[in-house]
């Protein structure tokens, strides 16, 4: 339907990918050693453990294939200021999760830094490909670690409703099937959370902050709630310093 | 601070929490004043509403001063005295450039638990469940407020707290359930359930200009209150059939309004009640549908049912094939406050209404556990609680 989509990268790199036995295995001994603690933890590893088990028996029944996400959301912004914001890539860490920062090194390319899974620091080299003004942006990293590639398109939404915002971004999983099985595992779905990103660029745009309550007061929490806020810590860009409108007029005018 | 955590199913207490803090650049941080129980908070306490942790603070009724301010805020000053709306808005969204305040788009950081459960998320609440944003509530010392530029509204010293503590929701949601009914001259509304809200259902409804008002509720006190609001009551432990006696007060026609003010913990005896109570004590269901089957049976044909009863999930046994028959319009939703708080507090300035007469208890903080019990079980007469956060408890 897009005239930018990319094609699959049909070339698989496994060379760096621990084997898919190998996932197998360690997620059995995990589960093992889980289950012989007979405590809260250790049902979590236990679980953990199967689940990364599972998780490669299916892979092994697939054909491997790159993870493409996709997710659209409408923003009440016209096309123009949503481009504008976006096309100021250092930008991009305040609503995407997984991003810990965007370095502009000259009007095509940038420098990337994100946390992978088990807060694995991936740095890549990144070039916006193809632009068209309030349209479209492309970008592309041949980043040897971490090939991948994204876009975000911005349509106006009908009956003057603001814009529709697509972004599609498509990599391989840095540690191959065990990071694949991880990213799953900790409930991070590809799209799922590139929809949840979305979200916070809307937030962003539109109030000039990603509402949250980390931080705020409450009574003693359960063993259970404490177990689950480490597994699934909340993960959503916090403010940085000095945050709100005045922040983002100042990014729109950069 | 001293606040009100709940803990589970009929265990609530008083704990020392620390002190909240600005977050975002459009927080507020208030010292509360006073503070309420509200009916919609004895969901939480029996349990039927899904997603809440153990630890949460309660409370959506709440009031008090400025003590610190987020950068961007700039409607308000510290030491500006406010009530705050139980509903939080972003004030940018579609949502609420179409004045759908309780719809916001941008306030509930766990929208997709909302989205997975409804759809579509509504807006952040304070103290109502992680799934509606597990906002720290209001029975506390303090509270942090975001959007704190939308939603508080500043109130003249000159009248006192329980006077307006209710525009932050019973009040307004008691007004939007009358004005759901869309009332013309010669309506008679019907109005289940004498709690808070029904009460001010039931003066909104006559202000609004409905000639008559009917309420039904099964509690002396609570139907004496209604009285004295303008009502003709029916107190349905004297009556065989709610419909029937309807009926026969409105010569065959059928209210032309019909208010739900009751919502999923209705009570009975009737052997639809039976099935109902197994249902949610077997937590097959969150909700006791038995007052929104009756409305929809008891209105008139093209007649409406407003709804401001909370419901929490799925029902089953609704009378669908009257609902689409007799052509009823349903109108429903969390309150769109920042609509009403204004005009109602002008209401309140000229005298037309006291919203201070649904109350029943004063109580301190420390007591609040007392309190959820006694409101629950509708013992000593009590019609509604409001909590100082600052005064000590009596030795018992």
């Not at chain 1, 990364?52 to 054909?63: F, T």
């Not at chain 2, 209210?255 to 077997?282: F, N, R, T, W």
């Not at chain 2, 301190?364 to 609680?385: I, N, S």
Request: glycine share 10%; net charge neutral.
């Amino acid at each position: 339907m897009n005239n930018y989509s990319h094609e699959r990268s049909s070339q698989r790199n496994g060379s760096h990918a621990i084997p898919r036995w190998g996932a197998l295995l360690g997620g059995s001994v995990l589960a093992v050693y889980g289950i012989s603690r007979r405590s809260a933890s250790g049902a979590a590893l236990a679980a953990a453990g199967g689940l990364l088990a599972l998780g490669s028996s299916r892979l092994a029944s697939h054909h491997p294939s790159d993870i493409h996400a996709e997710a659209s959301f409408t923003v009440n912004v016209p096309p123009e200021e949503a481009f504008r914001f976006w096309m100021n890539l250092e930008n991009l860490p305040n609503f995407m999760s997984h991003l810990q920062s965007v370095r502009k090194i000259d009007d095509r390319r940038s420098e990337w830094a994100a946390r992978g899974p088990m807060q694995l620091r991936i740095k890549w080299t990144a070039e916006i490909v193809d632009r068209r003004e309030n349209e479209w942006i492309v970008w592309r990293s041949d980043s040897m670690s971490f090939p991948n590639s994204g876009s975000v398109q911005f349509r106006r939404a009908p009956g003057n409703r603001g814009t529709e915002v697509t972004a599609a971004l498509q990599y391989q999983p840095p540690a191959g099937a065990v990071g694949k099985a991880f990213a799953q595992l900790f409930g991070k779905d590809p799209s799922q959370a590139i929809y949840e990103d979305l979200r916070h660029f809307k937030q962003l745009i539109e109030t000039g902050e990603i509402a949250t309550t980390v931080g705020q007061p409450h009574g003693r929490r359960s063993k259970i709630i404490r177990l689950g806020h480490t597994l699934f810590p909340d993960v959503r860009p916090r403010p940085v310093e000095s945050v709100g409108r005045k922040t983002l007029e100042e990014a729109h005018a950069s | 601070m001293k606040a009100l955590c709940w803990y589970g199913k009929e265990d609530v207490r008083v704990e020392n929490v620390p002190d909240p803090k600005i977050l975002n650049p459009h927080d507020a941080i208030i010292r509360i004043t006073r503070t309420a129980i509200c009916g919609s908070d004895l969901h939480l306490y029996d349990g039927y509403i899904p997603t809440l942790e153990a630890g949460d603070i309660l409370g959506h009724e709440f009031m008090g001063e400025v003590v610190e301010l987020g950068p961007e805020v700039k409607n308000l000053k510290v030491g500006d005295r406010v009530v705050v709306p139980f509903t939080i808005a972003c004030g940018k969204c579609f949502f609420c450039e179409q004045q759908l305040w309780s719809l916001c788009d941008n306030t509930n950081p766990n929208a997709w638990i909302a989205e997975s459960l409804m759809g579509y998320s509504p807006s952040g609440l304070y103290g109502y469940s992680h799934m509606t944003g597990g906002y720290a509530g209001g029975q506390a010392q303090y509270a942090r407020v975001p959007f704190a530029n939308i939603g508080p509204i500043k109130v003249p010293d000159g009248i006192p707290d329980d006077k307006v503590l209710f525009l932050s929701d019973i009040f307004p949601t008691g007004w939007m359930a009358a004005e759901n009914c869309n009332i013309h001259q010669g309506d008679v509304v019907a109005i289940w359930g004498c709690g808070p809200v029904g009460q001010f259902a039931i003066r909104s409804a006559k202000l609004l200009g409905a000639e008559r008002v009917i309420a039904i509720d099964m509690v002396p006190e609570r139907l004496r209150l209604a009285e004295e609001g303008g009502a003709e009551v029916i107190n349905r432990h004297e009556v065989d059939n709610v419909l029937t006696v309807l009926r026969d007060m409105t010569a065959n026609r059928g209210a032309d309004s019909c208010i739900d003010a009751v919502g999923l913990e209705a009570s009975g005896h009737s052997l639809p009640y039976v099935y109902d109570d197994l249902k949610q004590k077997m937590r097959v269901s969150f909700d006791r549908p038995q007052v929104l089957r009756e409305v929809i049976m008891a209105v008139r044909k093209g007649g409406t049912v407003s709804v401001p009863g909370v419901y929490g999930g799925f029902v089953d046994k609704i009378p669908m094939g009257a609902y689409m028959n007799k052509g009823v319009t349903m109108r429903t939703g969390q309150t769109h406050m920042m609509r009403y708080m204004k005009p109602l507090l002008e209401r309140i300035e000229q005298g037309q209404i006291d919203p201070s007469v649904v109350i029943s208890h004063v109580l301190p903080l420390e007591e609040a556990p007392r309190g959820y019990k006694m409101f629950r079980d509708k013992q000593d007469h009590c019609t509604k609680v409001v909590l100082d956060p600052w005064a000590t408890a009596k030795a018992a």
